[in-house]
């Protein structure tokens, strides 16, 4: 079915229209608005969106670890003439991570599934190079997510954890340490006059000596 929008559609109209077109539910949080949709129905919503409804600029694609609830696949979309722009996103279950490439349709998304695969281990069926993008040969892991142990956390206490300076015999410290680089205040500037003493006077400039 085809969905109508006005071409300087604004952004909500353009997700509820698309979340009509693909199944979906729209929704406005903290950013742009963002339309829900099923894995099924993940590159009929890419498609829709660039033919239908103008937002033909992809702009990027990554994925959220959701812990037992799965992974979501997001991906923002703009319309280039109008700026309009909203989020498509979808979920993937935890034990069978897989999702339809949008390479079919944004050419431009291969970068990022390889590296939303890399570090998330969402698998892009379709895409014809899953291969490694930033991580050195022979890693092992999905460096982003939140089961993910991270070997300096592990070795060695959070280096937030103590004021700098202090050891672990250390009581708390009162008052912070300024960091490397800034003057402490009660040494330099100006200094406000106290106990009714007037600031002294500035010395005058010697006057220039006259040219012979």
């Known amino acids: 079915m085809s969905t109508s ?13 698309l979340a009509e077109r693909a199944g979906g539910t729209a929704s406005e949080g903290f950013g742009p608005w963002t339309v829900d949709v099923p894995p099924d129905a993940w590159v009929d919503a890419l498609t829709a969106a660039r033919d239908e409804l103008g937002l033909r600029f992809f702009d990027w694609l990554s994925a959220v670890d959701e812990l037992e609830d799965g ?29 339809a490439t949008a390479t079919t349709v944004f050419r431009g ?9 890399e570090m998330f281990g969402v698998e892009f069926a ?44 250390d009581r708390p410290a009162r008052r912070r340490m300024l960091p490397p680089g800034v003057p402490d205040p009660t040494v330099w500037g100006p200094r406000p006059a106290r106990g009714g003493d007037a600031a002294p006077e500035p010395e005058p400039e010697p006057e220039p000596e006259p040219r012979s």
């Open 71 to 99: 992974f979501s696949v997001v991906c923002h979309l703009a319309d280039p003439d109008t700026h309009a722009h909203l989020v498509l996103r979808t979920r993937v279950p935890a034990d069978a991570p897989v999702l």
């Open 5 to 17: 929008v006005p071409a300087q559609g604004s952004a909500q109209s353009l997700a509820q229209a």
């Open 126 to 169: 379709g895409h014809d190079g899953l291969r490694p993008l930033l991580l050195p040969e022979g890693f092992e892991g999905r460096p982003l997510r939140k089961d993910f142990v991270l070997a300096a956390r592990a070795a060695k206490p959070w280096p937030g954890a103590k004021e700098p300076g202090e050891s672990e015999g």
């Open 109 to 117: 998304a291969a970068w990022h599934e390889r590296e939303t695969y």
